[in-house]
């Protein structure tokens, strides 16, 4: 069966048996073990790196997918800037400290 992968979005021959089996499927070995590895950074050093760059830059700076960022988001509720923050900040409409006091955050 055809499916596209969870991790590049490519479409791969998956097997049905692998279908049923695993809630996530991927084209490769490597798909796999980027889109699973472990995350686990220093929370309160992540939740101010939350702060300092959107979060595409950051999945680029730990080599992560941003679905993997949202997800350690969540799963530990750090606060995120509100949506269409970062293009406000580079529009010079916002700055980075108004962004922090906004949330409350230090
Ligand atoms: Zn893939």
Redesign the pocket.
Known sequence: MIIK??????E?NCSPSNLDRYRNH???I???HI?EQQFCPNILEFQRKLFEKPITELALEYDISVKTIHKFINQNKLIRPARGSWQKIFANKLTIEELKKEKHIT
Do not use: E, G, L, P
């Open positions: 992968c969870d991790h590049c979005n490519i791969f991927y084209c490769c490597s798909c796999k889109a």
